[in-house]
């Protein structure tokens, strides 16, 4: 699978992992084909982005496209007898994408936003966007209302959950992903803003094992095991990052509590009524 599904405007194809790690960081041009695999979903979307490797900036070669947002579930479904598919999960193949695509219902994804979820705020705010409306764009500014300092425990738990991955696999993929999100949780603690790319977040933290592992992650061997002096690195990187993340939280000027719910209830209302 070549670079060209996700390619910015005016630029080629390259080679080059470092620069390709660029490439993945900037503004990109959503290949049509993923568009269509997107389009064929059975109910209307309000949004959908690409998340995981593409949205970190670290896709290999054969990545497939983690694609993500929300449906509205028709009246019929919600109000007829069967069970209201609140989330849908899709993998197909089709024109030489591989696609992994899975979308809440809005009331499903709005009561995550009103959690510490830093995974549904990642989705919506993603700047890899394959289909959008302008109520994404609505969502997005009510978005911003419900980040909180509570978010620091999502992020503790999923760097907890990839640090006991790593134990068993000490691998490429795991410490990219570990990196990742302590970087995440500490900027979005400290600033309120949501980055998810790794490839940006380095720029200010600058921790050397970090472009040397994107490389060799971006040039394919995903799986290649970590030596020695690599997990002893990385084992001492975890230990500050957690206490750095633990303090950003403790430190935070976010609030304690979300205020978007009436917003999120009033836009979900309209979502419904289809107005």
Known sequence: MGCSVVNPPGTSCTKDPAARGGIIAAR????????????????PLVFATLSGAHLYGFPSP??????????????????????????????????????????HDAKKFFSLLLKRNGYV???????????????????KEIARGCITRAHAHHYLGFADTQRKLLRKKPRVKQALYLY????????????????????RLNESFRIPAVPDLIARKLAGPEKSPLDKAEIASLDADWVRLT????????????????SGRDALEALLLRLRLGR
Do not use: C, K, Y
């Open 62 to 103: 054969d990545s497939d496209f983690d694609v993500r947002g929300v449906h509205v579930l028709p009246a019929r479904e919600l109000l007829g007898m069967g069970a209201a598919r609140d989330t849908i999960e899709v993998m197909e193949e089709r024109d030489g994408l591989e696609l992994d695509l899975v979308t």
């Open 28 to 43: 990109m041009e959503i290949d049509p084909r993923l568009r269509a695999l997107v389009a064929r979903q059975p109910h």
């Open 180 to 199: 990742r999100v302590l970087l995440t949780g500490i900027h979005l603690m400290r600033t309120g803003e949501v980055e998810a790319n790794l490839v």
């Open 243 to 258: 206490r750095e993340l633990e303090d950003a939280g403790a430190n935070s000027t976010l609030p304690t509590e979300p």
């Open 121 to 139: 705020l990642e989705q919506l705010l993603s700047p890899l966007v394959v289909a959008t409306t302008p109520e994404h764009g609505e969502l």
